[in-house]
T-cell receptor, first 119, second 112 residues
């Protein structure tokens, strides 16, 4: 149980294009999903908290107009990297917190990640 | 400053021995601490959670300790196997109203 999928697993795009990454909880509902970015040999850095039915909460230094998040249902959140540039190349990972329980006390289940390469 | 520290260098352990990984933190009083496993190019997989009022937690060959006085957690893998080779991340909840933060992880190599 508690499986989270991400699509695509890998994407290569040209500078200036937009890329959408999907995060799905396959066997549970999640009112809250998180989006992280991870650079090589670095820790996961939280980008934003995605809340179903409301606006995402972005961490300091993360541009909300560049990283658009839509949490359209209790099983799907999407991250769109708009006008991507080479510096946006990274490993993007989502996680989901099952159910309606307290956001910050439940275990997160992570997706397999999406490797984005911007040429 | 507030931070989480994990062994920065890779840890090489002979198969069958116990691997011990360290997670130290400063300036936090975390409600709980978690350990995750991350394989290359994959997302983290949750392993264990230990709460502030717990000293030790076990799961099969895994054992986690939590010393709130030393501000340290130890993660042990007994009877280690080459398949245990991965990066292990420590994460904690700084405060009850905060978000989980992660250490950089320690790469563990179990040598056959």
């Amino acid at each position: 149980g508690a499986v989270v999928s991400q699509h695509p697993s890998r994407v290569i795009c040209k500078s200036g294009t937009s890329v959408k990454i999907e995060c799905r909880s396959l066997d549970f509902q999640a009112t809250t999903m998180f989006w992280y970015r991870q650079f090589p040999k670095q820790s996961l850095m939280l980008m934003a908290t995605s809340n179903e039915g409301s606006k995402a909460t972005y961490e300091q230094g993360v541009e909300k107009d560049k990283f658009l998040i839509n949490h359209a249902s209790l099983t799907l959140s999407t991250l769109t990297v708009t006008s991507a540039h080479p510096e946006d190349s990274s490993f993007y990972i989502c996680s989901a917190v099952p159910g309606l329980a307290g956001v910050y006390t439940d275990t997160q289940y992570f997706g397999p990640g999406t490797r984005l390469t911007v040429l | 400053s507030q931070k989480i520290e994990q062994n920065s260098e890779a840890l090489n352990i002979q198969e069958g021995k116990t691997a011990t990984l360290t997670c130290n933190y400063t300036n936090y009083s975390p409600a709980y601490l978690q350990w995750y496993r991350q394989d290359p190019g994959r997302g983290p997989v949750f392993l264990l959670l230990i709460r502030e009022n717990e000293k030790e937690k076990r799961k099969e060959r895994l054992k986690v300790t939590f010393d709130t006085t030393l501000k340290q957690s130890l993660f042990h893998i007994t009877a280690s196997q080459p398949a245990d080779s991965a990066t292990y991340l420590c994460a904690l909840l700084p405060n009850r109203d905060d978000k989980i933060i992660f250490g950089k992880g320690t790469r563990l190599h179990i040598l056959p």
